[in-house]
């Protein structure tokens, strides 16, 4: 059976925090979503640390998940949201440093542009943060209209950021699907 004859489709999300402890923070959210209904975990990429884009203050700690989701994309959204405000994330201005970050980056192939939500993910492949660790969760993945992944990171090689040995420690159910 694939996954579209499952009603599942894989979407990654890119997990960001640079208050608090940020290590904590993507382990926690990593457990919210392998606790989401509709949903079976896949597996969530090393940590990397990189500097804020368009912002200051301190370096984020940044991750991919990879999860399978029956959800519609407006309804993962709410959840991803949902699970930013259970962690303090605040939003007082734009680019603002954050307890806890989840981007929607793609969802299989699929294409939206709504008010609130972009598939993929509008800059995401513009970004290191999100394509080193996508290159190690998904080697071979296409971007939606923009190629592999794998060539979209010599673009961005200028943008500074460093593999982190120590991985997150995620609860012990959530190398099971759900």
Do not use: K
Request: aromatic residues 4%.
């Amino acid at each position: 059976m694939t996954l579209r004859d499952a009603g599942l489709r894989r979407a990654y999300v890119g997990l960001g925090a640079n208050l608090g402890d940020a290590h904590a923070a993507l382990a926690a959210a990593c457990a919210a979503l392998q606790a989401l209904a509709q949903t079976s975990w896949v597996g969530c990429s090393g940590v990397y640390r990189s500097a804020p884009i368009d912002s200051s203050g301190p370096d984020y700690l940044n991750a991919v998940a990879a999860i399978d989701t029956r959800l519609e994309p407006l309804v993962l959204l709410d959840a991803l949201l949902d699970i930013e405000a259970r962690h303090g994330r605040e939003r007082p201005y734009r680019n603002a440093p954050r307890t806890l970050d989840l981007d929607l980056l793609c969802i299989a192939d699929l294409r939206l542009d709504e008010p609130r939500l972009t598939l993929p993910h509008p800059r995401g492949h513009l970004r290191a943060f999100v394509l080193l660790p996508l290159a190690e969760l998904a080697p071979g993945l296409l971007w939606p209209g923009q190629g592999p992944v794998e060539t979209l990171l010599a673009q961005v090689v200028d943008q500074p950021i460093e593999r982190l040995d120590r991985g997150l420690v995620l609860p012990r159910n959530a190398a099971r699907s759900g």
